[in-house]
T-cell receptor, first 109, second 109 residues
Framework: GQQLNQSPQSMFIQEGEDVSMNCTSS?????WLWYKQDPGEGPVLLIA?????ELTSNGRLTAQFGITRKDSFLNISASIPSDVGIYFC?????????FGAGTTVTVRA | NAGVTQTPKFRVLKTGQSMTLLCAQD?????MYWYRQDPGMGLRLIHY???????AKGEVPDGYNVSRLKKQNFLLGLESAAPSQTSVYFC????????FGAGTRLSVL
């Protein structure tokens, strides 16, 4: 499978902060997806991006499909405690997904 | 809305035992997938199916078999479990966008 490089690997958030994470690939994808996984659950789709250059928002979440089709980023604005979890990027090609290793978001004590 | 349902949720096996994981979807999707999730590695595709009666290998197929006898069901089998197969297994259905079950946590001792 394709290898996606997702960064950062982990981050700590304080309520109200804006956070960013990104994903890069050596291959081109037709679609970029961002999922969130809560403990003990399966990944849940947050945002889907279908076109190079596309910028899409879903509430406090904003994601962009890179112009080269090899990267994507996700921003979370004004973070709240329920934003903790693992965020995964995924690139789609031929109806198969390749996943990044995930960004673990935890609350700063 | 059931979506994607996986059974069982937890299982402990001894090395060499066999078992079958069941996935059921009620969204009439043609495509179904089995992934494994290991710490720090994201989700990796084991096998997938593009329709009833079809199966294909993914990224990490060794040691697993699958069957898709009915459109709504996708079974993952371990014929002779090994400790390296200790993981969390997720089923998904969809295509461009995939919807995930809650996972099966498997330990092989």
């Amino acid at each position: 499978g394709q290898q996606l490089n997702q960064s950062p690997q982990s981050m700590f958030i304080q309520e109200g902060e804006d956070v960013s994470m990104n994903c890069t690939s050596s291959s081109i994808f037709n679609t970029w997806l961002w999922y969130k996984q809560d403990p003990g659950e399966g990944p849940v789709l947050l945002i889907a991006l279908y076109k190079a250059g596309e910028l899409t928002s879903n509430g406090r979440l904003t994601a962009q499909f890179g112009i080269t089709r090899k990267d994507s980023f996700l921003n979370i604005s004004a973070s709240i405690p329920s934003d903790v979890g693992i965020y995964f990027c995924a690139g789609q090609g031929d109806y198969k997904l390749s996943f990044g290793a995930g960004t673990t978001v935890t609350v700063r004590a | 809305n059931a979506g994607v349902t996986q059974t069982p949720k937890f299982r402990v096996l001894k090395t060499g035992q066999s078992m079958t994981l069941l996935c059921a979807q009620d969204m009439n999707h043609e495509y179904m997938y089995w992934y494994r999730q290991d710490p720090g590695m994201g989700l990796r595709l084991i096998h997938y199916s593009v329709g009833e009666g079809t199966t294909a290998k993914g990224e990490v197929p060794d040691g697993y078999n699958v069957s898709r006898l009915k459109k709504q069901n996708f079974l993952l089998g371990l014929e002779s479990a090994a400790p390296s197969q200790t993981s969390v297994y997720f089923c998904a259905s969809g295509g461009v966008i995939q919807y995930f079950g809650a996972g099966t946590r498997l330990s092989v001792l």
